[in-house]
């Protein structure tokens, strides 16, 4: 009953900017981390940026300083604002949420987006 949003994506120039967004939704005590991953054609998924209960985000080395992630204030949205885009940056982009079910408070879940296409190409 844990659903994911997302929204964003498509054809940006190099040195462009786009903007990734993710909502979470359904039977949901708490996140406690929600990520942003991304799959560049042939290679393996790795993670751009992520955010825990501390709102405190880190990031992949490749995408430090160039993109941003923060959450919302009701705790359950992302938004990934991504600028001075490379063509190295396409990739499938995946948005995952982690939490405990509820209330009131069962288990753990991990659940990933449907993943939206970021192609960076003049």
């Known amino acids: 009953q844990v659903h994911i949003v997302e929204s964003g994506g498509g054809l940006v120039q190099p040195g462009g900017s786009t903007t990734l967004s993710c909502v979470g939704s359904?039977?949901?005590?708490?996140?406690?981390?929600m990520a942003w991953y991304r799959q560049p054609p042939g290679q393996q998924r790795e993670l751009v940026a992520d955010?825990?209960?501390?709102?405190?985000?880190s990031y992949g080395e490749s995408v430090r300083g160039r993109f941003t992630l923060s959450r919302g204030k009701a705790k359950n949205t992302v938004s990934l604002q991504m600028n001075s885009l490379k063509p190295e940056d396409t990739a499938v982009y995946y948005c995952?949420?982690?939490?405990?079910?509820?209330?009131?408070?069962?288990?753990?879940?991990?659940?990933w987006g449907q993943g939206t296409q970021v192609t960076v190409s003049s």
């Open positions: 995952k949420i982690e939490g405990i079910l509820g209330p009131p408070p069962t288990d753990a879940f991990n659940v």
């Open positions: 359904g039977s949901i005590f708490n996140l406690y981390r």
């Open positions: 955010i825990k209960s501390d709102d405190n985000p």
